[in-house]
């Protein structure tokens, strides 16, 4: 499971963690879940976040491990409004859609534009942690009306059009 926290002042994205939990194979699905629990109660105790955003389930082809990504989406949110954090779901596709300009973009390219938007150069060890920052921009953005310019300070603008989208944000748009 990926997880981030960022901070926004002026516009300004930071990031304050990013990392992955590891779930042990040797523990059964219900340990699981709690150690899901814990981290986010964790992570809520130590950041105090406004806001969580996760990423909606996507459908696949195996209902057992659908089943056990809903339970564990359920649990983490759960944890969240235990502490009176909202939360928010985005799909995948919009999720690659607001980082990149395109909804179908791999996880390497959200990965370069998470780099340009954020100013940062390590890569994390596992796209779980990017897919994560990804999922916190994009609600950034997506609950703030930004628009993000590939280079320099984000500025406050409405969702206008998509023409003023396509021209303020040549970077974005391929």
């Given at each position: 499971m990926g997880y981030?926290?960022?901070a926004v002042?002026?516009?300004i994205i930071t990031l304050k963690e990013i990392d992955v939990l590891k779930l042990p194979t040797k523990v059964d699905n219900y340990g699981r879940l709690y150690l899901i629990h814990q981290k986010i109660t964790e992570l809520v105790k130590l950041h105090?976040?406004?806001e969580m955003a996760i990423e909606a389930p996507f459908f696949g082809k195996n209902v057992q491990s659908m089943l056990k990504l809903g339970r564990a989406q359920?649990?983490?949110i759960a944890a969240a409004m235990n502490h009176d954090v909202p939360v928010t779901e985005y799909s995948p596709r919009r999720i690659k859609q607001s980082i990149t300009g395109n909804g179908n973009a791999d996880k390497e390219q959200v990965w370069k534009m998470l780099q340009t938007i954020i100013g940062i150069d390590e890569k994390p060890k596992y796209f779980d942690a990017t897919d994560a920052l990804s999922v916190a921009v994009c609600h950034y953005f997506s609950?703030?009306?930004l628009i993000p310019k590939a280079t320099g300070p984000?500025?406050?603008k409405s969702a206008s059009s998509w023409e003023q989208f396509a021209s303020d944000n040549p970077g974005r748009v391929g």
């Open positions: 981030s926290v960022i002042k002026n516009d105090k976040p406004h359920g649990v983490a609950e703030g009306l984000k500025k406050k």
